[in-house]
């Protein structure tokens, strides 16, 4: 089982679309990552979930991002150099961080579509307790 969550994952975080990505536990911890989130930038995350309608920033990765859309529990922020997409699935939060100057769009559908997987895939629990890192 461990292959085939190792690949989910490993896909994921290997991918051409984003330069960064990770997936953060519904407790804050960090379960698969490319890139680190920094202390502190998960719980960020999080509480920023619980207020959506009232975020405006958010620092991930160390980087400043201005949230200029919020679609449900979508969010789409953006700094000079990167765009960045935050959704919040019934297991966890996947993030995404692109370069600007590449399209939003099809990452927004990759990220929609993993995240769809992520929740359906059996193999994923809630508040996964192995870290997966590339």
């Known amino acids: 089982m461990i292959e085939r969550k190792d690949k989910f994952y490993r896909e994921f975080l ?4 984003f330069y960064a990505s990770f997936v953060i536990g519904n407790d804050g911890s960090s379960i698969a990552y490319n890139k680190s989130p920094q202390i502190g ?3 960020a995350i999080i509480k920023g979930f619980k207020n959506i309608k009232k975020w405006k920033n958010i620092k991930i990765i160390g980087e400043d991002f201005i949230i200029y859309n919020v679609d449900n529990n979508k ?3 953006h700094n000079e150099k990167h765009g960045c ?3 919040k699935t019934n297991k966890a939060y996947i993030i995404g961080i692109y370069p600007k100057k590449q399209e939003v769009s099809p990452r927004s ?3 929609e579509k993993f995240c769809k997987q992520y929740d359906e895939e059996d193999i994923i629990k809630i508040n996964e307790k192995e870290k997966f890192v590339f």
Do not use: C, Q, R
């Not at 290997?14 to 679309?17: A, G, K, P, Q, T």
């Open 75 to 77: 969010v789409y922020a």
């Open 85 to 87: 997409i935050l959704i």
């Open 109 to 111: 559908v990759y990220l």
């Open 14 to 17: 290997e991918n051409n679309l």
């Open 41 to 43: 930038e998960s719980d």
